[in-house]
């Protein structure tokens, strides 16, 4: 198995972490700020839920519109333009008075963008690493995320408290201008990885081949599902404790980062398969508690419990690969990185919706009961999905699926 150490010496990995760190960094900094300023001027749960995870609602109009550019588009301009609109983006939300339609309209237009970059991001992941540390090249992706959240959402718990949600925003922006610098001139030019025009007719036509296996399905459902809905009890952070909800986030980041490094450095590949469903679950059950409404501290340490159960994805990601023929790996991952945000807007809506019904802790634990729910029906079918461990390789499986 390879080491960290040597992933980091692989030319390209470097500029590609550097990004993904700046760019979660931005996002989650401008997410909380966003949280806070729309949950201050409405009081709505919902419209908080919204502002802070309804782009990912978007992500189902670019991967069913626009995916097909993810293996379409040079990797550096793709990412550096991205990079650049975010910020623009993100200044605007940060203007006052504002319309709450205006605000929705950049979220979900930033969402649709992101869609696509997914597929970029991840695409050229799996270009510039070997396959056999693909995994631990998305582990230290992930770690990165998790470590950026923490010091973001609690960067950004300071920045509300000193400049105001509206001063955190033009931090974010500035953050996203960094991306874009760093994306430029860290990155080195590199083609598509495949050729022809992005249109909307290839990317139906990629998505339906993605989609026609059945191993592959069974891994995207749980991939989408399971974690989205765990997504939409942690929308409800700041309606939960609003003054210590970058706490929370931060703590939730701290778990997953724990659960990436043990899952993509530490764990054989004999118990990969083995142990997705177990994650799955550990993902949700924590969460079962909050309808008895968890003091601070408890509800601090059933967030971090419970997020170290998202180191299934890795699992199930790698899983995809060893599926998908390396001309669609962009779109293959970009279809699930989008499937999953979008689950998780939808999440975020309905949790939003149950607290403006029933207490907060209540909502919080009925959308972990359905998590644990939907993981225990999918769990027949993704056994059957089966793994690398199972003796099949990927070059194997590949011919079949083109």
């Known amino acids: 198995m390879p080491t960290y150490r040597e992933v980091f010496r692989v030319p390209q990995f470097g500029p590609l972490f550097v990004t993904s760190a700046l760019q ?27 502002s802070m995870f309804g782009a990912s609602l978007a992500q189902l109009a670019g991967a069913a ?16 333009g991205a990079a650049l609109a975010f910020g623009i983006g993100t200044a605007v939300l940060a203007l006052p008075g504002l319309p709450l339609p205006l605000v929705f309209a950049v979220v979900l237009g930033e969402g649709a963008v992101a869609a696509v970059m997914g597929g970029v991001r991840y695409g050229l992941l799996g270009e510039v690493l070997p396959k056999d540390a693909f995994l631990l090249g998305r582990s230290l992706l992930n770690m990165c995320a998790g470590t950026m959240q923490i010091l973001g959402y609690a960067a950004g718990g300071v920045l509300v408290a000193v400049l105001a949600p509206r001063g955190t925003l033009l931090v974010a922006a500035a953050l996203y201008a960094a991306v874009a610098t760093a994306a430029w001139f860290g990155l080195g030019r590199r083609p598509p990885r495949a050729t022809g025009r992005p249109s909307v007719g290839e990317t139906w036509r990629t998505n339906a081949l993605l989609w026609s296996s059945g191993p592959r399905r069974r891994v995207y459902l749980s991939l989408w599902l399971p974690n989205g809905l765990v997504v939409g009890c942690e929308s409800l952070f700041v309606p939960y404790r609003p003054d210590r909800a970058g706490l929370l986030f931060a703590c939730a980041a701290l778990g997953m980062l724990a659960g990436d490094t043990v899952t993509g450095r530490f764990l054989p590949t004999r118990w990969r398969g083995r142990l997705r469903t177990p994650l799955l679950l550990l993902l949700a059950v924590p969460y079962l ?41 962009g779109q ?21 919706a149950l607290a403006q019904r029933i207490p907060t802790g209540g909502a919080i634990a009925l959308m972990a009961a359905a998590s644990v729910a939907v993981t225990l029906i999918l769990a027949p079918g993704l056994r059957r999905a089966g793994g690398p461990e199972d003796g099949e390789t990927p070059a194997a499986r590949a011919p079949a699926v083109g």
């Open 289 to 329: 508690l909050f309808a008895l409404r968890p003091g601070l501290p408890w509800a601090l340490l059933l967030a971090t419990v419970a997020s170290t159960g998202f180191s299934a994805s890795l699992l199930l990601q790698e899983r995809l690969m060893a599926l998908t023929p390396a001309t669609m790996t």
């Open 332 to 352: 293959a991952l970009g279809l699930h990185s989008s499937g999953m945000l979008a689950m998780q807007g939808v999440a975020a809506a309905l949790a939003g």
């Open 24 to 50: 979660a960094a931005a996002s989650t900094t401008s997410g909380l700020a966003l949280g806070v300023l729309v949950f201050t001027s409405t009081g709505s749960p919902l419209l908080s839920a919204l």
């Open 65 to 80: 519109l626009l995916m097909s550019a993810a293996d379409r588009l040079p990797p550096r301009g793709a990412l550096s």
